[in-house]
């Protein structure tokens, strides 16, 4: 099986950073894009960034020039670093990976279980 466990979330205020780990683990023959999404209280899950197993990335705008996401291919972690953090990014953040198994032809995507972000002061 696969697991990707979240973690670095936590409160902080309007302004500061916070750095997201997303670990995966399991029977992983390549991890393709990964990703992170969030959902706030009373709201759709909402995409925030991808990179590429070659480090492309793509950013919602919401985040763009205030967020960082990037990879290490060794661990098989990603990252979300959050800088200027703002009231409106207080949400549940979650990992997302595009997993090919051992054994197996094509990707499946894996979700990890939340971190939570609260933005308050």
């Known amino acids: 099986q696969v697991q990707l466990v979240e973690s670095g979330g936590g409160l902080v205020q309007p302004g500061g950073s916070l750095r997201l780990s997303c670990a995966a683990s399991?029977?992983?023959?390549?991890?393709?894009?990964m990703g992170w999404y969030r959902q706030a209280p009373g709201k759709q899950r909402e995409w925030v960034a991808t990179i590429t197993s070659g480090g492309s990335t793509n950013y919602a705008d919401s985040v763009k020039d205030r967020f960082t996401i990037s990879r290490d291919n060794a661990k098989n972690t990603v990252f979300l670093q959050m800088n200027s953090l703002k009231p409106e990014d207080t949400a549940v953040y979650y990992c997302?990976?595009?997993?090919?198994?051992?054994?197996?032809?094509?990707?499946?995507?894996?979700w990890g279980q939340g971190t939570r972000v609260t933005v308050s002061s």
């Open positions: 399991g029977s992983i023959a390549r991890l393709n894009a």
């Open positions: 997302n990976a595009d997993v090919v198994r051992v054994g197996v032809l094509y990707g499946y995507p894996y």
